[in-house]
């Protein structure tokens, strides 16, 4: 299988995964909802593009509704920002 993916490409997804989720600011605009270490998908296509990449595990229950967990921390994608780049991630 043949990949071509350019350096910036891989850089660019570097930088959306270094970038930390606002949980409060979503949870206010009704994207989430916080319910145990998952949270409740009330809006997908409100969903940033930076935290959208970053969901690592969907569910769903008899209801129909959609929960989605995000990883705690965004420091390996930071440190892989730094690597590629020689830059701090910042904003």
């Given at each position: 299988m043949v990949i071509?993916?350019?350096k910036a490409e891989i850089i660019e997804l570097a930088k959306l995964l270094a970038t930390p989720i606002d949980?409060?600011?979503l949870q206010k605009?009704?994207?989430i909802e916080k319910?145990?270490?998952w949270f409740k998908l009330l809006n997908m296509n409100a969903l940033p593009e930076h935290a959208l990449k970053q969901v690592k595990?969907?569910?769903s229950d008899n209801k129909g509704n959609n929960y989605i967990q995000f990883p705690k921390s965004w420091k390996k994608a930071q440190q892989l920002y730094k690597r590629?780049?020689?830059k701090e991630y910042n904003e």
């Open positions: 071509n993916t350019t949980f409060e600011a605009a009704k994207v319910d145990g270490s595990a969907i569910k590629m780049t020689g």
